[in-house]
């Protein structure tokens, strides 16, 4: 009996405790619920100010090397090759025969077609002779001398069909593909080989509205890559888009003649514009969703505030500012990102 009371308080006491440890965490995790109002705590950002800058009038704008011209060799008849000069890296000449089909049969066709042609010539030479004798016919003369025209059109097709039997490369540059080997039969149209023109290389760039008007087709441009940190390369305007994109930029294709860069790679295109003048800049880093919907988070009392603003030139790390902002206006350089309209801001450094 008394170990039963024993037992039976040492259980009470031990579900009490467990009751008051659980209730205590209860405690401590509803507490760890509590909401901690941040809005109010000022967040770390880093600022500049709007400020008018020299403009030279030169405008450097990122852009890609690109193929100016990619041409495939086919075959316009159809034949087995007998041979084919190219292999993948080969140079070739626009207009350079680099391989022929066999047209050993076509030849042969072309020899008797001579020799039959000589004979009808020298019957109509003797119809015509018995026709002034008043001993022949003018029905012989004129039949002889259509069976010549008519053979003389054979020899001129068969002619044609050799030469095209001729494997020619339609544009000068270098072979980047080759499908077909010699011995191998083709139809009208196989394409045998690729190539590629890599001295006359395009710079494909886009320009925003109020630059894209300065330019003029012909006119020339420096052209610039980390590649060759010490060499500066020239390209002329030759395609200006006549109608731009969402983002109000313009396509401008420049021609450069070098073998020096490659199709593919990175470079900076500059133009001179002309008309030096001191403008309105801010970092291009101020710009939230960038050049697309063109607003800045503006210093107020300690707290960021949109501002809708609008831009024009990209002059380097800079933007030109037309509208929105006035010189020693505060814009958020750094932070944007948690940040809202009315955030309470602390500055971090400032320039």
């Given at each position: 009996m008394k170990?039963s009371?024993i037992?039976t308080?040492?259980l ?5 405790f467990?009751?008051?440890t ?17 809005s109010k705590?000022p ?5 500049t100010?709007?400020e008018?800058k020299e403009?030279?009038g030169?405008?450097?704008?990122p852009a890609?090397?690109?193929l100016n ?7 316009g008849?159809?034949?087995k090759?007998?041979?084919?000069s190219i292999e ?8 350079q025969?680099?391989g ?9 066709n072309?020899k008797a077609?001579?020799?039959t042609l000589s004979k009808l010539?020298?019957d109509l030479q003797r119809?015509?002779d018995l ?6 016919t ?9 069976d010549?025209?008519?053979?003389r059109?054979q020899m001129?097709?068969v002619k ?6 001729n494997?020619v490369s ?6 980047t ?5 010699a011995g ?6 196989t394409v045998?080989?690729t190539v590629?023109?890599?001295?006359h290389l395009k710079?494909?760039?886009f320009?925003n ?10 006119q ?12 500066s390369f020239?390209?002329n305007?030759?395609f200006?888009?006549?109608?731009g ?8 294709e420049?021609q450069?003649n070098t073998?020096a ?5 990175y470079?900076?295109?500059?133009f001179?514009?002309?008309?030096k003048?001191k403008?309105?800049?801010?970092p291009?880093?101020a ?5 697309k919907n063109?607003?800045v988070?503006?210093v107020?009392?300690?707290?960021a505030?949109?501002q809708?603003i ?9 933007i030109e500012?037309?509208a929105?902002?006035?010189?020693g206006?505060?814009?958020?350089t750094?932070?944007q ?15």
């Amino acid at each position: 009996m008394k170990k039963s009371l024993i037992l039976t308080i040492s259980l009470v006491a031990l579900i009490g405790f467990i009751t008051f440890t659980l209730a205590k965490n209860k405690k401590k995790i509803e507490a760890n619920k509590v909401v901690v109002d941040r809005s109010k705590m000022p967040i770390a950002v880093a600022t500049t100010a709007a400020e008018f800058k020299e403009y030279d009038g030169k405008v450097v704008l990122p852009a890609n090397l690109e193929l100016n011209n990619e041409a495939t060799i086919a075959i316009g008849v159809q034949g087995k090759i007998e041979k084919l000069s190219i292999e993948v890296g080969s140079r070739v000449a626009k207009g350079q025969v680099i391989g022929s089909l066999d047209s050993r049969l076509k030849v042969l066709n072309l020899k008797a077609n001579e020799l039959t042609l000589s004979k009808l010539e020298r019957d109509l030479q003797r119809n015509e002779d018995l026709l002034k004798g008043n001993a022949g016919t003018e029905l012989s003369v004129v039949n002889g001398k259509y069976d010549i025209e008519n053979l003389r059109l054979q020899m001129e097709q068969v002619k044609q069909q050799i030469a095209d039997g001729n494997i020619v490369s339609p544009i000068s540059g270098i072979v980047t593909s080759r499908k077909l080997m010699a011995g191998e039969f083709v139809s009208p149209g196989t394409v045998i080989a690729t190539v590629v023109d890599d001295v006359h290389l395009k710079a494909v760039v886009f320009v925003n509205e109020k630059d894209v008007y300065q330019l003029r087709l012909g006119q020339a441009a420096t052209i610039t890559t980390d590649i060759f940190p010490s060499k500066s390369f020239n390209g002329n305007v030759k395609f200006i888009s006549p109608k731009g994109d969402e983002n109000h930029n313009y396509k401008v294709e420049l021609q450069l003649n070098t073998n020096a860069l490659r199709a593919g790679t990175y470079v900076m295109v500059g133009f001179d514009l002309g008309g030096k003048a001191k403008v309105l800049q801010i970092p291009k880093l101020a710009l939230v969703e960038g050049i697309k919907n063109p607003y800045v988070y503006v210093v107020k009392n300690n707290t960021a505030v949109i501002q809708k603003i609008t831009v024009g030139r990209e002059i380097g790390e800079n933007i030109e500012v037309i509208a929105g902002l006035q010189a020693g206006e505060e814009v958020v350089t750094s932070g944007q990102i948690n940040l809202t309209d009315g955030s309470s801001i602390i500055k971090t450094s400032n320039k």
